[in-house]
Nanobody
């Protein structure tokens, strides 16, 4: 497992914004995950080599994932934060692997995680 360096996070009031940073580039697949207390890890957002992004329904319209290969950066801009967004956030990266009949992203590199706390 490869370690990715990430930063950002912190505590904000509901409705506030935070930006998370991750040093990652050159991967076919990059994403942000989060794990809240008492819940399993969930995917938040993904971005492909071509810049195409996908989002979990719970964050769609509020979060934006972006990357810049020239800066070796993978970021997550989080706006209109809600208390339910509170979690440890992890950046992840990897490549496509053939699973069964299709190719899927396998996230082999992970950040150390950073806490995001949103108070109501």
């Amino acid at each position: 497992q490869v370690q990715l360096v990430q930063s950002g996070g912190g505590s904000v009031q509901a409705g506030g914004s935070l930006r998370l940073y991750c040093a990652a580039s050159g991967y076919s697949c990059m994403a942000w995950f989060r794990r809240a207390p008492g819940k399993e890890r969930e995917g938040v957002a993904t971005i492909g080599s071509d810049g195409t992004a996908t989002y979990a329904d719970s964050v769609k319209g509020r979060f934006t994932i972006s990357k810049d290969n020239t800066k070796n950066s993978l970021d997550l801009q989080m706006n209109s934060l809600k208390p339910e967004d509170s979690a440890i956030y992890y950046c992840a990266a990897g490549g496509r692997e053939r699973i069964a009949s299709t190719y899927k992203c396998a996230y082999r590199a992970w950040g150390q995680g950073t806490q995001v706390t949103v108070s109501s």
